[in-house]
């Protein structure tokens, strides 16, 4: 294509106007000859909306986006459309992502169009583009060019420092809540001086966390390094210090297209603001003095005007608050930016039509947005599917259970995926998976039995079940932190090798290493915890010596497990932070404590070893392989930008979506209900909505309400299905999750026996279950299974193996039960038993 006109040289006919021009029409271009029109191929196969976004020429253009509405491929022909009307050359556009995948995405969509006529372009991340200007001005932002960047880890490692040094960890700070929330204030492009401005300096946790700010800001300095944060603030301050520097970058960039602008913090923000802001006339003339040439971008007054700015984004799918995400600023955009253009795209090129009018019922439940309605013109499609469970693992066999359905059907594993609200309602989906021989893997995320947190707790447990165990000795001894540092783990490893000593009862004898008080009074209080929890798991034979016996009876696996957590205040610990992640691992604890209450309650007479011999087959299990690739497991915000030809959205609960922590913040059940708009709209063909009637919370097993939000969509679009049994509610006649109250939330229609919407339920029949999955599993060793064996199964009864496929700790029976129907087992750990 022809090279596009320096704008330095171009006549000044071509200068950037202030007043929006649309180029309506077929298009034109250079190829438009004695009045001809020039079609461009950038059009081809673009809806109106999307042309309409492509050609529009003007101070500022906000495209509301809708999910799987093709925004990204209207950004990128704008760019090659600005381009290939030499309009702007390469080096004066800018365009800004949220993550280096988009932003190398972008590039290569432009670059597939124009060549290597794209080459020159900024198409980069917030923080690659502030870097490389920091990089430029590094002299006059008082760095060196070489200055580091810190990562998260570089974070911590420098606040755990300071935190020590100032015994700051006797107040509660933790390497992680201080850093969240140092990250916070920057994202609101707050330093120390100005916070601590404003602080009660009276309150002596606020005087310690200012400390620690200020001494971090003069480590960074001391060390010219930014974190990551800093990229974008620091930016910022160069702009608004240095006006001469701002205007040679606001100069140079004159097309400005910001992707996901609804993600955008306060920071980002005022970055875009900056850079889009006009030049006066005053530095104009420096500019020209200084020997750069801005004439033809000079308007009648003299000045530059602001670069163009175009925005992509939907507030519908804004769901990072806890990062400092403003939804205002796409929804105060045009108060912002007066003379917006806005321009809706509301046809989806990805879902069917009752999906799409299950998201559009949702979402118009929000106020303070633009709104749209999405379309589709690929028709309505299957109907959704909704599915209440008994508990978690019912919940947990129906998904595996249509998983197969739609795998026999000819779906790959890869087109499937499984979302949840919170990361600890993988355990029971996880269980089941692995045990009915489904592929999958854990996006974003870890494995239940991988994470820390987990590994930590069942460290207690079988510290306790085998006291010659130095592997889960070593890995309790300082965790939560007590003090005792590696080289006093050392000593007690020699200490114990030079007595011939186990390494517990090295820690018994903790007062003959010549440690100092506190360290010697840590390890002594945590070996009597374990002595403690030895005896309350067999009162008849005293754990050490000097401990008496209990005439208690042996306290179960639950019991055991939170007497550890209570006395070594591993679960309080994670509670009490500020860190959002530990409010994430506390409830994966949560989660273990209700699994060893399911585990006490379906083996009854099976104890501690028992259940971590059942929690060893189930981690221990080998990642199953297949031609079609795995299910996908992740969170409702690790699914944002995906798709997934089917959709299984599970635990839609009051307490889980919306989340109970969202009650008290602001604007919280919106975010909530955005973040189901956002799983909704991540489905193609299928969408499975899971609830349970029971879900364990904080340890215990609660009765589970049905999500506000469910009664929000039509129930013509949705085929409701049950649990085995008589658990209908209105005795049979609706589904039991549309039987919560109506009076504030949902749609605001009456119930379907014509009761007002405001009365609560009527009493409901006696609830019989016919089948209750359990998450039961059995080391099976070296069982044989051939097709005609007729088999037991715990939770499915008896069947007949029509098939086995597969070879050694991979063996699979496909077995037709005489009541549960067809199932997958890995036989491997499948409770199963041969007749």
Not at 62 to 80: E, P, Q
Not at 351 to 368: E, K, P
């Amino acid at each position: 294509m022809t090279t596009p006109i320096a704008p330095d040289s171009a006549p000044a006919t071509t200068a950037p106007t202030a007043t929006p021009v649309i180029m309506d029409g077929p298009g034109f271009g250079p190829g438009a000859a004695g009045g001809e029109r020039y079609r461009s191929p950038l059009l081809d196969g673009l809806n109106p909306q999307q042309r309409e976004a492509v050609e529009y020429r003007g101070p500022a253009l906000l495209i509301i986006a809708g999910a799987g509405s093709g925004k990204t491929s209207v950004l990128t022909r704008r760019i090659a459309s600005l381009l290939e009307t030499r309009e702007a050359w390469p080096s004066q556009i800018l365009a800004i992502t949220f993550t280096n995948k988009a932003a190398a995405e972008m590039r290569d969509r432009v670059r597939a169009i124009l060549g290597q006529g794209a080459d020159g372009m900024w198409i980069s991340t917030f923080h690659s583009s502030c870097v490389r200007i920091l990089r430029r001005e590094a002299e006059k932002a008082g760095l060196t060019s070489t200055f580091s960047i810190y990562d998260s880890a570089d974070t911590k490692v420098t606040l755990k420092r300071i935190i020590k040094s100032l015994d700051a960890d006797t107040l509660g700070f933790t390497p992680g809540n201080v850093s969240a929330r140092i990250s916070k204030l920057k994202n609101e492009l707050a330093d120390v001086d100005s916070y601590a401005r404003n602080a009660n300096m009276s309150d002596p946790q606020e005087v310690m966390f200012v400390e620690i700010f200020r001494q971090y800001t003069s480590r960074l300095r001391a060390a010219s390094a930014l974190d990551f944060d800093d990229l974008i603030g620091e930016t910022v301050y160069l702009f608004r210090a240095f006006p001469a520097v701002a205007a040679l970058y606001r100069r140079r960039f004159r097309h400005l297209l910001v992707d996901e602008y609804q993600d955008t913090n306060h920071a980002q923000y005022a970055l875009v603001r900056e850079l889009t802001r006009p030049v006066s006339r005053e530095l104009a003339e420096e500019m020209e003095a200084d020997g750069v040439h801005v004439r033809n971008l000079r308007d009648a007054t003299g000045a530059i005007p602001g670069a163009s700015l175009t925005v992509v984004g939907d507030s519908d799918q804004s769901i990072y608050a806890f990062r400092g995400a403003d939804t205002r600023n796409i929804s105060e955009f045009e108060r912002d930016f007066p003379g917006t253009k806005v321009i809706l795209l509301e046809q989806n090129y990805r879902s069917t039509q009752n999906i799409l009018s299950a998201a559009n019922a949702v979402i118009g439940h929000n106020f303070d947005r633009k709104e749209k309605k999405l379309w589709s013109a690929g028709g309505d499609g299957e109907k959704i599917v909704g599915y209440t469970a008994y508990s978690g693992h019912d919940e947990a066999q129906f998904v595996a259970d249509e998983i197969e359905v739609l795998h026999q059907a000819g779906m790959a594993y890869r087109d499937m995926a499984v979302f949840y609200r919170t990361n600890a309602q993988t355990r029971a989906l996880e269980e089941i998976l692995v045990r009915a021989a489904v592929p999958y893997r854990v996006v974003g995320g870890t494995k239940f039995y991988e994470r820390a947190e987990i590994k930590d707790a069942l460290a207690y447990l079988i510290s306790v079940a085998n006291p010659v165990d130095e592997l889960a000795l070593r890995r309790i001894l300082n965790t939560p932190k007590r003090g005792i540092g590696p080289a006093t783990e050392t000593q007690l490893a020699s200490f114990a090798e030079a007595n011939q000593i186990t390494f517990r009862q090295a820690m018994r004898n903790a007062g003959a290493l010549g440690l100092g008080p506190k360290v010697t009074g840590a390890i002594l209080a945590l070996s009597t915890l374990l002595d403690e929890a030895a005896l309350k798991l067999d009162p008849a034979s005293p754990a050490s010596p000097a401990s008496p016996a209990s005439p208690a009876g042996p306290a179960n696996v639950s019991e055991l497990l939170t007497f550890l957590l209570d006395g070594s205040t591993l679960l309080a610990g994670l509670r009490n932070s500020r860190d959002p992640q530990d409010e994430a691992r506390a409830e994966n604890i949560e989660e273990l404590v209700a699994q060893t209450k399911d585990f006490n309650r379906e083996n009854p007479d099976s104890g501690l070893v028992d259940f971590l011999t059942q929690v060893s087959l189930v981690a221990a299990a080998d990642d199953l392989d297949d031609a079609s690739g795995t299910v996908s497991l992740m969170t409702l915000h690790t699914a944002k930008g995906l798709e997934y030809e089917a959709v299984f959205l599970t635990g839609v609960e009051e307490g889980l979506l919306p989340h109970q922590m969202s009650a008290g913040e602001p604007g919280g059940p919106a975010e909530e209900r955005r973040l189901f708009y956002v799983g909704i709209t991540r489905a193609r063909q299928r969408l499975y909505l899971s609830l349970a009637m029971t879900r364990a919370q904080f340890g215990d097993i609660n009765v589970a309400m049905p999500s506000r939000y469910l009664q929000e969509i039509p129930v013509d679009l949705i085929d409701w299905k049950q649990s085995p049994g008589m658990a209908n509610s209105r005795g049979g006649t609706q589904p039991r999750a549309l039987n919560a109250r109506r009076d504030g939330f949902g749609g605001g229609f009456g119930k379907r026996d014509g009761t007002p919407p405001g009365l609560p339920p009527a009493p409901k029949p006696k609830t019989e279950w016919a089948n209750r999955v359990t998450g039961t599993v059995r080391d099976n060793g070296d069982l044989t299974l051939a097709a005609g064996d007729r088999i037991r199964h715990v939770d499915f009864g008896d069947g007949r193996v029509n098939q086995v496929t597969g070879d050694g700790a991979k063996r699979i029976a496909h077995v037709q039960f005489d009541t549960a129907g067809a199932k997958k087992l890995l036989i491997k750990i499948a409770p199963i038993e041969k007749l």
